[in-house]
């Protein structure tokens, strides 16, 4: 746990008696961002307007990331539409929120909106439009933009640009097509290349396509635990126990460390972190006491722990033990518990949220009638009355 007690930019002004200008503003923005701080992002919102600086382009550009990242694209949009003068940044910020949010053919709309006013998209541009298309399983629109980059603008896509055009194919399940995008591509292929198909490939189950992927990526980085999670989790899905020993072997050989996983959520200006199986928290019994109260309820609703998740071959009621104590599941029951009633509760994760947690979030939001934002490795997912904004394409 840490504390977000006040904005950088007031601690300057206490202390050395200095006027915080827009150049602070810009600096301190993104670290809300990054930490899901909304509160205090308002705190230097409203700043912002008693300080006259709205008319910043750069300033409001901050403002609508800094929105959109802390899960309000509503309001993002409304910091946007009241801009009195935008550039391609500003536009960049509020396509690449709407793309991590999932609205992927709002993203399009407003690039269309963009090419009207006669600003020139840059390479940024086109990584918003292609992850808004990813997000929203749009292939044809995604392919269509990525090859206009080169015939309408003159841009050269980057392995940026490429890896999300592999994402964009590997999520809709064009696991081949994909590949060959990665084989005859002008660029040499990096790691997050082969990861986009190596993540595709465990969707939707391709063991054969995916020990490919994972060659080159152990070749390019064989000391990113991730990707040998990945592969992992693609043989415990099918079964083969002993290929996960072996991958387990593998990385205690070359002492690959995986990386833990947190989630965090901020009440009353404090962030609290959790870890899985966290249980140093003071409030830890009462948290546990009522993520047991929310799964019974969820289990009465219909709600079936998804059990191959877990890359131990161990009894089930082990495995739900452990899929239980997942960091966020405790962090949104720590939110659930010291906030009132119908308040939204904003949870950051740093990896990707597991499938598990995805339906048991669907769950709680309709058993504690809440709203459960949660920001994830990859976008945003809207949880509300048992269901999630992204529609189970994630």
């Known amino acids: 746990m840490f504390y977000l007690r006040v904005p950088l930019y007031w601690l300057y002004n206490k202390v050395h008696n200095i006027k915080p200008n827009a150049i602070t503003v810009v600096s301190a923005l993104p670290v809300c961002a990054d930490l899901l701080a909304l509160e205090q992002g308002k705190q230097i919102h409203g700043y912002v307007i008693r300080s006259g600086f709205e008319s910043d382009f750069v300033v ?87 090859k206009c980059m080169r015939s309408d603008y003159g841009l050269e896509p980057k392995l940026e640009h490429y890896a999300c055009l592999v994402d964009l194919l590997g999520r809709a399940g064009h696991l081949d097509e994909a590949h060959d995008i990665i084989k005859k591509m002008p660029l040499k292929p990096d790691s997050v290349m082969w990861g986009a198909l190596l993540g595709a490939c465990k969707i939707h189950s391709n063991i054969e396509l995916g020990e490919q992927a994972a060659k080159h990526i152990f070749q390019l980085e064989p000391n990113n635990a991730g990707y040998y999670l990945l592969l992992s989790n693609i043989y415990a899905k099918a079964g083969r126990w002993e290929d996960v020993a072996k991958l387990r072997t593998i990385m205690r050989e070359k002492e690959v460390k995986k990386q833990p996983g947190y989630s965090f ?27 047991e109260t929310l799964h019974g309820k969820m289990k009465e609703a219909g709600y079936v722990p998804n059990t191959n998740l877990v890359l131990q071959d161990v009894e089930e009621n082990r495995k739900e033990e452990r899929l239980c104590n997942h960091s966020e599941k405790l962090a949104i029951a720590f939110g659930v518990m010291n906030t009132s009633p119908g308040t939204t509760i904003r949870i950051m994760k740093n990896l990707r949220v597991c499938n598990d947690c995805h339906i048991a979030t669907k769950f709680i939001s309709k058993v504690a009638g809440r709203e459960i934002i949660v920001r994830d490795k990859n976008r945003f997912h809207h949880f509300k009355d048992g269901l999630c904004s992204c529609r189970d394409y994630w």
């Open 265 to 291: 959520i901020e009440v009353n200006k404090e962030v609290h972190t959790f870890l899985v199986g966290d249980r140093s928290h003071p409030q830890s019994e009462k948290i546990y006491a009522v993520l």
């Open 60 to 146: 409001g550009s901050g403002l609508v990331d800094m929105y959109a990242k802390c899960g309000h694209i509503g309001i993002a949009r409304q910091v946007f539409d009241k801009m009195p003068t935008r550039n391609v940044v500003s536009w960049n910020a509020m396509i690449l929120g709407y793309g991590i949010h999932g609205h992927g053919k709002v993203a399009l709309t407003l690039f269309s909106q963009l090419q009207q006013t006669g600003t020139k998209p840059d390479h940024i541009t086109f990584i918003g439009i292609l992850t808004a298309c990813s997000h929203a399983g749009l292939v044809d629109e995604g392919w269509h933009y990525f």
